[in-house]
Every structure is written in C-alpha cells, then in structure tokens.
C-alpha cells in the first residue's frame, strides 16, 4: 500500500478498548493453573453485558464460549 492508501485505513475498533479487537482473534497464553479460563470467562461476561472491564470500555456483543477443557474442567473452574 501507499503512504495516502496506509493513511486511509481506519483506526482499530475494540470490543475491549486496547486488549481485544473486534474482528480480529485473540488468544490468552499462559501456564497451567495461571488463571487463563477465569479470566477468559470474566471477558466473556463483561462483553456480553457491555460493562467496563478493568477500567476498560466494553462493546456489547454476543459471546460463544467454548469449554476445551471438557465440561468437569469448567464446573471446576467456575466455582
């Protein structure tokens, strides 16, 4: 792309304001028992209810989650 064409594209949207990108993918990488499915799951809720996460602006949106850790991991892990 040229400079004018680079310059034309437009500013990033976020479903949350500097950590997610709306339409783009995003993945949280940390080790075993780091907290990765609470925080993934506190993400979720927060944008399915279009609230403020960790002083953040939210964009209100569907969510899906998908419970890779098996069903007995997620009860687990939500308690």
Same mark, same amino acid.
């Given at each position: 792309? +040229? ?6 594209? !437009? ?7 500097? $950590?997610?990108?709306? /339409? &783009?993918? =995003?993945? #949280? #990488? !940390?080790?075993?028992? +780091?907290?990765?499915?609470? $925080?993934? #799951?506190? #993400? @979720?809720?927060? $944008? @399915?209810?279009? !609230? *403020?996460?960790?002083?953040? @602006?939210?964009?209100? +949106?569907? $969510? !899906?989650?998908? =419970?890779?850790? &098996?069903?007995? /991991?997620? *009860?687990? *892990?939500? *308690?």
């Amino acid at each position: 792309l +040229s400079d004018l064409e680079l310059e034309a594209v !437009a500013d990033q949207s976020w479903l949350i304001e500097g $950590v997610l990108p709306l /339409g &783009g993918s =995003a993945a #949280i #990488i !940390a080790p075993p028992a +780091s907290a990765k499915t609470f $925080v993934a #799951i506190d #993400i @979720a809720f927060h $944008v @399915a209810l279009g !609230a *403020r996460w960790n002083d953040r @602006a939210v964009a209100q +949106s569907h $969510v !899906a989650y998908v =419970a890779a850790e &098996g069903l007995h /991991g997620l *009860r687990k *892990r939500t *308690r």
